[in-house]
């Protein structure tokens, strides 16, 4: 996603505008305000709406009122997400923030909820919501005085879009709504992992159809739409399979305890270290002062030395001391989510300031190929203990023997 910023906050929810709101809000607005005379007919015929298109489209009122449409359709959107954060917060999952972008809106669970009950009530929230908002509009028609048909039409325009928002969002298209309620449905009497891949892959057919679709019609937002749908899909079903992989592993359990992880003094000249890590075969080492941690040297780190400088420079020159870490108590799914977010390969345990371990990608992938090949993480957590010390350095990502 593009660049976002914070318009304001509901019940303590930050909303946010993405850049990509602003190119669609006025293709919105035209596309409404040109199709008024073809959405005159619908409205009267569905809602009793009695308007006539000569007046709605004098002049400058089509895009005026597209405008108008275009907000109050928006408007609803945040409502139905809204729909969903409210009932989210209720069951103790916390909301991030609800952003507006392109397609629509997104409200930011930081947490995947489990329960199925949980994730059925949440889901279908927010398609309540858009009926609800659809049926407001409506009544709010029946009363406008008809002199006002500008007003009607905009009403008439979002109870109709709204409900049909809320049957779009119902198909069993996962990650939308209609396939977390199918998900929720699936996980009654299966694991959540496996309820998850089969709404997935339901989500990933509905996604080609969509665009199939979308491709005949020449409809470049309901071709952007599957295609979300099935990176949403994919990427969803992917990390609820590692999660539940994961459940219940901690960092300590698969991670290089600490007397096993090969340090180095901020004293140690840059000449001595490379001769280590040629030796060692490390490309990188925690720096030990007294027994704290007080940086990570690398390979990269140490060649910034001009050859013939590097008996006068000391590790303490180059290392670094923004340092990723992680508590030997954290999950070991968190430890992979911080890798992937700040792209790097290994991550420094600490606890109360002190080194007590080093976990890498390595070790979770291993951790994740025993328990998938097993189904324990009993016997994950004994092959960590088995196993000869990480003989691959922490912090930069590197191949673990990158220079033979
Ligand atoms: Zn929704």
Redesign the pocket.
């Known amino acids: 996603m593009f660049k976002s910023f914070r318009i304001g906050s509901l019940f303590g929810i930050p909303i946010k505008l993405d850049v990509s709101f602003l190119l669609i809000l006025p293709v919105f607005a035209w596309l409404i305000g040109s199709q008024i005379e073809l959405l005159v007919g619908p409205l009267n015929a569905v809602l009793g709406a009695g308007l006539e298109s000569g007046s709605l489209t004098a002049g400058y009122r089509p895009w005026v009122l597209g405008l108008l449409a275009a907000i109050g359709l928006f408007v609803g959107v945040v409502l139905?997400?809204l729909g969903?954060s409210l009932v989210a917060i209720r069951y103790g999952y916390p909301i991030d923030s609800i952003t507006l972008w392109i397609f629509g809106g997104l409200a930011q669970l930081t947490d995947q909820p489990e329960d199925w009950k949980h994730e059925l009530l949440i889901a279908i929230a927010?398609?309540i919501v858009s009926v609800l908002v659809g049926i407001g509009s409506y009544l709010l028609m029946l009363v406008v005085p008809t002199q006002f048909d500008g007003a009607v039409f905009v009403l008439a325009y979002l109870a109709l879009l709204n409900v049909a928002l809320a049957g779009f969002?119902m198909l069993p298209a996962f990650p939308m709504?209609g396939g977390r309620v199918l998900r929720a449905l699936l996980a009654r009497g299966r694991p959540f992992a496996q309820a998850t891949q089969i709404a997935a892959e339901v989500g990933k057919l509905f996604a080609l159809a969509m665009g199939l679709f979308g491709l005949l019609q020449l409809n470049v937002i309901l071709i952007g739409i599957a295609f979300f749908i099935y990176i949403g899909a994919s990427g969803e079903a992917q990390q609820t399979v590692l999660s539940a992989a994961f459940e219940g592993v901690t960092v300590s359990d698969i991670m290089t305890a600490g007397d096993d992880v090969d340090v180095v003094s901020p004293d140690d000249s840059i000449a001595d270290l490379l001769e280590r890590m040629f030796s060692e075969r490390h490309t990188g080492y925690p720096v030990m002062d007294d027994g704290r941690l007080v940086g990570l040297v690398t390979l990269t780190d140490a060649r910034e030395v001009d050859p013939v400088e590097r008996d006068a420079y000391v590790v303490e020159d180059v290392m670094s001391t923004d340092l990723e870490t992680i508590g030997p108590d954290a999950e070991a799914m968190d430890a992979l989510n911080r890798m992937q977010r700040h792209g790097i390969g290994r991550l420094l345990v600490v606890e109360g300031g002190d080194l007590v371990g080093l976990i890498s990608r390595t070790d979770l992938m291993t951790a994740l190929d025993i328990i998938r090949s097993s189904g324990s993480t009993e016997a994950a957590k004994r092959a960590a203990d088995d196993r000869e010390p990480d003989r691959s350095p922490p912090g930069d990502g590197r191949p673990e023997r990158g220079w033979e």
Request: hydrophobic content about 0%; overall charge negative; glycine content about 14%.
């Open positions: 139905h997400e969903h927010g398609p969002n709504d």
